[in-house]
T-cell receptor, first 116, second 113 residues
Framework: EAQVTQNPRYLITVTGKKLTVTCSQN?????MSWYRQDPGLGLRQIYY???????DKGDVPEGYKVSRKEKRNFPLILESPSPNQTSLYFC???????????????FGSGTQLSVL | GENVEQHPSTLSVQEGDSAVIKCTYS??????FPWYKQELGKGPQLIID?????GEKKDQRIAVTLNKTAKHFSLHITETQPEDSAVYFC????????????FGTGTKLQVIP
């Protein structure tokens, strides 16, 4: 089954304790992206990757890191989490972004993060 | 950059009635407008999209209209059913090459049986 898999689904942590949220897709998609969803703010892009070893900042990248060493995986790293990073996080992927027929984003099920 | 505004933020309708969600965008270069549905505990899923060379598109009970001049587009759901209850996001982007997708703030639709 074609899917984007995020882990964990729920995570409670404390300020300053490094954490990683994993994201994997099995569709051989070139493009992957991370979003955070907050009430009243919709989905905001954190980082995106056009391909392996190619990453760039989205709208709200502060406090986050990403890496794209393999095509299928795109982990989100919070090196020193703070309470304002408490949010619902989504990973998404898309086929070759150079083709206009491939705009559909496939989303994971989300990771609810609470930073105390 | 692009700015997408979405209204209303919440919407309650009786089962069988119609629901309309409206969005406006700011960048006249945007030419691709998808709508995503997010069910409770799940990630958003694309339900319908429209390109700027089309004024309206239908898929069963769902339709989207686009007014390029006024820079607004709308989602219409007819004969609503309880399973239509979800959060709906509109979005705008420029189709071609890398396209940054800008999402609206979401509409929580509740269909009352």
């Amino acid at each position: 089954e074609a899917q984007v898999t995020q882990n964990p689904r729920y995570l409670i942590t404390v300020t300053g304790k490094k954490l990683t949220v994993t994201c994997s897709q099995n569709m051989n998609h070139e493009y992957m992206s991370w979003y955070r969803q907050d009430p009243g703010l919709g989905l905001r892009q954190i980082y995106y990757s056009m391909n392996v070893e190619v990453t760039d900042k989205g709208d709200v990248p502060e406090g986050y890191k990403v890496s794209r060493k393999e095509k299928r995986n795109f982990p989100l790293i919070l090196e020193s989490p703070s309470p304002n990073q408490t949010s619902l996080y989504f990973c998404a992927s898309r086929r070759d972004p150079g083709l206009t027929s491939n705009e559909k984003l496939f989303f994971g099920s989300g990771t609810q993060l609470s930073v105390l | 950059g692009e700015n997408v505004e979405q209204h209303p933020s919440t919407l309650s309708v009786q089962e069988g009635d119609s629901a309309v969600i409206k969005c406006t965008y700011s960048d006249s270069a945007s030419n691709y407008f998808p709508w995503y549905k997010q069910e409770l505990g799940k990630g958003p899923q694309l339900i319908i999209d429209i390109r700027s060379n089309v004024g309206e598109k239908k898929d069963q009970r769902i339709a989207v209209t686009l007014n390029k001049t006024a820079k607004h587009f709308s989602l219409h759901i007819t004969e609503t059913q309880p399973e239509d209850s979800a959060v709906y996001f509109c979005a705008a982007s420029y189709s071609g090459g890398y396209q940054k997708v800008t999402f609206g703030t979401g509409t929580k639709l509740q269909v009352i049986p």
